[in-house]
């Protein structure tokens, strides 16, 4: 089903429910959008492996590829 249909189909549910469902329906939707904000957040452990990966790019000591190369290995890895 394409999301178009879904949207249509979900807003018929919101048009015709009553009051419980039109709570259980807010629920879901803030607790499926707490979800996916915590998905992007960083904790003190990973800004200090992110720091430690940088500084080990910025003196040259990790492995690293310019842009034309990772396009090529991209398209290596998708045949």
Do not use: C, P
């Not at 048009?15 to 803030?30: C, G, Q, S």
Request: hydrophobic fraction near 35%.
């Amino acid at each position: 089903m394409a999301t178009l249909d879904l949207k249509k189909s979900v807003l018929k549910y919101i048009d015709e429910a009553d009051e419980r469902l039109l709570k259980l329906m807010k629920a879901l939707a803030e607790s499926y959008q707490e979800d996916s904000q915590e998905d992007f957040l960083l904790n003190e452990d990973d800004y200090y492996k992110l720091d430690k990966r940088r500084d080990l790019h910025l003196k040259g000591k990790s492995a690293s590829n310019t842009w034309d190369e990772v396009k090529k290995n991209a398209r290596n890895a998708a045949r």
